[in-house]
């Protein structure tokens, strides 16, 4: 293999890298032009093929989703043209966004942008959960099926088979394309933040290709751009950057899991820490708290504290407390004993981590594990170990379980 | 213009929540306002309410001759106890007369599209 065709290869993964990052948006803007997603896929993907073609010899043009969007939108009117359906689809989009052929139409503002309408759609409650999250990767995140279906280690024909089936709900169901009213907005926003918080979750314990911590906070940076007075969607950013700066420190050597007072905080990303503090301070002016205000909240406690033994859990319990208010879940309970433990000891939380009903949760096991642990009750503890390691979700956790946690403390 | 169905599921033997007079007639009171607003906003399309699945009869082809037999097609507890047929623009706007059809009556409503029959 010569050296020329290593180069191409690589502007071939930039040429990627790049449409990736643009096609979210022309691919919107589509959809809104032509009232059909699958319409839209095909022709940002023979764009794509165009730009494969051409980039790499040509250079990547100044404005490449503009470039994208009118390609694109050429090559589906080109298509649509040549079959009868499209013909009638077409007189529909003449009827019903005149002028909106002109490639050079200007942003009409970050309301308006059509990646908003299209979250809005890919989230829509009467969607199933895994239906919104594979949406959202595809069509907003530019993500292949294939890349889809690795992230939730399920096979390309099953992931294939999920997004088609969602797709032809939205269109046989009318699903809307359009951002909520204000009225609905509480509730249809719910949705969108929980994709955007599971696909980082996703990417916390899963493979590392593709790098789905990155496409969350992506994604959570294009919506906080967009709906810029809405204090959960900067809560979530700032969660997402708060936890992403301790990403690197939450693996050791060996591949297992590193729990957060073992973590070396000199590794943490201040930078990524101080992004997430000024976003959070924003929206304590604004007095709204929320569930993912108050868990980045948390987290900005934990990045004050140089060490461990330094964190502010007062202030830590008080925002459990005000968490359990607004999310009143047993998981919430349990941090909110661990907490507690902190600032009590060991026995006060088991206390209340043992009345929570939590049996299948191997994160409760764990804690247990470590409260007895500490406690002395030697025996108990490593049953619980047992149990959590059986549970673990990743190679990780049941690395860092069977270890039997914590070697000392 | 979708049309779309809302279907009202009951399950038999499972009483719904228990409703005094009062609530009863507050139900009632709500549907016939809910259905006068359908009406007058072109949403209605038609409606009906269903005798329970004893009273129904399934005819079908066997060996090129129709048979008719008794009882419901499907042997279930779940069955069809009414249903709306609307128009709406969109699935938000089926699933908000869905929302206040359920809110009337307590019952979980099933919203789906008919095929073919967008005007």
């Known amino acids: 293999m010569g050296d020329g065709e290593a180069a191409t290869r690589l502007e071939n993964a930039e040429v990627g890298r790049i449409f990736r990052e643009e096609s979210g948006r022309s691919l919107a803007a589509l959809i809104r032009t032509f009232g059909d997603i699958d319409v839209a896929e095909d022709a940002v993907q023979e764009a794509f093929a165009v730009a494969l073609g051409r980039w790499p010899r040509e250079g990547v043009p100044p404005n490449p989703g503009g470039w994208i969007t009118t390609t694109a939108r050429n090559h589906a009117i080109d298509r649509l043209r040549r079959e009868s359906r499209g013909r009638e689809l077409l007189s529909e989009v003449a009827v019903l966004t005149p002028g909106r052929d002109d490639p050079g139409e200007p942003d009409v503002g970050p309301v308006q942008d059509d990646r908003l309408r299209l979250i809005f759609t890919c989230c829509h409650p009467a969607l199933s959960t895994q239906a919104q999250v594979a949406l959202t990767l595809r069509l907003l995140g530019g993500l292949s099926t294939e890349q889809v279906a690795r992230s939730f280690l399920v096979t390309?024909?099953?992931?294939?088979?999920?997004?088609?089936?969602?797709?032809?709900?939205?269109?046989?169901?009318?699903?809307?394309?359009?951002?909520?009213?204000?009225?609905?907005?509480?509730?249809?926003?719910?949705?969108?933040?929980?994709?955007?918080?599971?696909?980082?979750?996703?990417?916390?314990?899963?493979?590392?290709?593709?790098?789905?911590?990155?496409?969350?906070?992506?994604?959570?940076?294009?919506?906080?751009?967009?709906?810029?007075?809405?204090?959960?969607?900067?809560?979530?950013?700032?969660?997402?950057?708060?936890?992403?700066?301790?990403?690197?420190?939450?693996?050791?050597?060996?591949?297992?899991?590193?729990?957060?007072?073992?973590?070396?905080?000199?590794?943490?990303?201040?930078?990524?820490?101080?992004?997430?503090?000024?976003?959070?301070?924003?929206?304590?002016?604004?007095?709204?708290?929320?569930?993912?205000?108050?868990?980045?909240?948390?987290?900005?406690?934990?990045?004050?504290?140089?060490?461990?033994?330094?964190?502010?859990?007062?202030?830590?319990?008080?925002?459990?407390?005000?968490?359990?208010?607004?999310?009143?879940?047993?998981?919430?309970?349990?941090?909110?004993?661990?907490?507690?433990?902190?600032?009590?000891?060991?026995?006060?939380?088991?206390?209340?981590?043992?009345?929570?009903?939590?049996?299948?949760?191997?994160?409760?096991?764990?804690?247990?594990?470590?409260?007895?642990?500490?406690?002395?009750?030697?025996?108990?503890?490593?049953?619980?170990?047992?149990?959590?390691?059986?549970?673990?979700?990743?190679?990780?956790?049941?690395?860092?379980?069977?270890?039997?946690?914590?070697?000392?403390? | 213009m979708t049309h779309y169905l809302l279907s009202v599921h009951s399950v038999e033997g499972e009483a719904r929540e228990p409703m005094t007079d009062e609530e009863r007639a507050q139900s009632h009171k709500q549907l016939g306002v809910l259905e006068q607003e359908m009406k007058s906003t072109g949403a209605w399309v038609f409606s009906g309410r269903l005798h329970d699945p004893a009273t129904a009869t399934v005819v079908r082809m066997a060996g090129g001759e129709v048979v008719t037999t008794d009882g419901p097609f499907v042997e279930s507890k779940e069955h069809l106890g009414g249903f709306y047929i609307i128009q709406a623009e969109d699935l938000d706007g089926a699933l908000g007369w869905a929302s206040r059809v359920t809110d009337a009556i307590r019952v979980p409503i099933e919203v789906r599209p008919f095929a073919g029959f967008e005007a």
């Open chain 1, 156 to 409: 390309e024909a099953t992931m294939a088979r999920r997004l088609v089936r969602a797709k032809h709900k939205i269109k046989a169901a009318r699903i809307p394309y359009r951002v909520p009213e204000a009225h609905e907005l509480p509730d249809r926003l719910r949705p969108v933040l929980a994709v955007v918080y599971l696909v980082y979750n996703a990417g916390l314990t899963g493979s590392a290709e593709p790098d789905l911590c990155a496409e969350a906070i992506r994604l959570a940076r294009i919506l906080a751009a967009l709906m810029p007075d809405e204090p959960e969607v900067a809560g979530l950013l700032a969660l997402l950057l708060l936890t992403e700066s301790r990403r690197a420190s939450r693996t050791g050597a060996d591949g297992s899991l590193v729990v957060l007072g073992e973590q070396d905080r000199t590794r943490w990303d201040r930078g990524l820490i101080s992004e997430g503090q000024a976003i959070l301070r924003w929206c304590l002016r604004r007095n709204q708290p929320g569930a993912y205000q108050l868990q980045a909240a948390i987290n900005a406690v934990h990045a004050d504290a140089a060490t461990v033994e330094q964190t502010d859990w007062p202030q830590i319990v008080a925002l459990y407390d005000q968490l359990l208010g607004v999310a009143p879940t047993p998981v919430v309970a349990l941090n909110r004993a661990i907490a507690i433990g902190e600032l009590q000891g060991p026995a006060v939380a088991l206390a209340l981590v043992d009345e929570l009903d939590l049996d299948n949760y191997h994160l409760f096991h764990a804690t247990r594990a470590d409260l007895l642990r500490r406690l002395g009750r030697h025996r108990e503890a490593t049953a619980a170990y047992q149990r959590a390691a059986a549970m673990a979700p990743t190679d990780a956790e049941r690395a860092f379980l069977r270890r039997g946690g914590r070697a000392s403390r």
